[in-house]
């Protein structure tokens, strides 16, 4: 019998800059349809580790593997056209545009007409109407031609993973992505990020243990740039290793 090919895999990645090691044989594996947790202290190698899957930074050593296949050596826009996708700790939006305007600038990017985006509506239908249902999809549709700069920062970061839906993702990578956001709206951002379609496979950093233990199926904790553990959210809540190094000086209860 055939295993299933994962849908993002990383083999031994290696990276330092001269004596600092920031990633050190990093093995991890992300099936499809994962809903995953890279959690860690602070300066553990989180986000490094998402900037060489995503090919803002070259590992030393290692490989990167998208459905099986090696991505290694490929530029990041390469990656996210093959369907890996990030989002930021810090949002990048348009803050004068309407969530639909956005959208539908990334849907029409997508389609390689991006510079036509400003022909008459009419003829933009489809792209429209898919740009909507991705906001509607995230709660967003009601608030889809308000200016962006009005909506609550937990719907900013809402339409940045409806940016990135747009783009049509095999793997979405988020980093960080309740950063900012009041504890009153995290929950739901979270519940929309659960309810993203199976085969959409989702990694994401988080430090909030209440949102990682909720909301994620499967839990990777990384300490100085080395996987300390990985397991089942109840694995990682009651192993006495994690909770020394990591849950112990967090609000997780």
């Known amino acids: 019998m055939i295993a299933p090919v994962n849908a993002l895999e990383t083999g031994h990645l290696n990276k330092a800059f001269g004596k600092l090691v920031v990633a050190d044989d990093i093995s991890l594996a992300l099936p499809q349809g994962a809903r995953h947790a890279l959690i860690g202290p602070n300066g553990a190698g989180k986000t490094t580790l998402i900037n060489l899957m995503t090919g803002v930074l070259p590992p030393d050593s290692g ?24 989002t930021f700790q ?47 999809q995230l709660g967003l549709g009601d608030d889809a031609t308000r200016p962006t700069h009005d909506l609550a920062y937990g719907q900013q970061r ?3 993973i409806a940016l990135a839906l747009a783009t049509k993702p095999k793997v979405l990578l988020l980093d960080e992505p309740a950063a900012g956001v009041p504890k009153s709206e995290s929950a739901a951002l979270f519940e929309a990020i659960a ?13 909030d ?31 006495p290793q994690v909770r020394e190094v990591y849950l112990g000086g967090a609000d997780h209860g």
């Not at 933009?124 to 509607?136: K, Q, S, W, Y």
């Open 90 to 136: 810090i949002n990048t939006l348009f803050p004068k545009l309407t969530p639909l305007e956005s959208v539908l600038m990334a849907v029409l990017e997508r389609e390689g007409i991006s510079g036509q985006w400003i022909a008459p509506l009419a003829a933009r239908r489809d792209a429209i109407d898919e740009a909507f249902g991705l906001l509607t």
């Open 63 to 86: 490989q990167v593997r998208l459905d099986g296949k090696e991505i290694t050596g490929l530029e990041s826009d390469v990656r996210v056209k093959r369907g890996l996708v990030r």
């Open 195 to 207: 309810a993203l379609p199976t085969d959409i496979s989702v990694l994401f950093i988080e430090h």
């Open 209 to 239: 243990m209440n949102l990682v233990f909720t909301f994620a199926s499967r839990i990777t904790v990384l300490v100085q740039g080395r996987i300390l553990t990985e397991g089942s959210p109840d694995e990682i809540a009651h192993d």
């Open 158 to 160: 809402l339409l940045e």
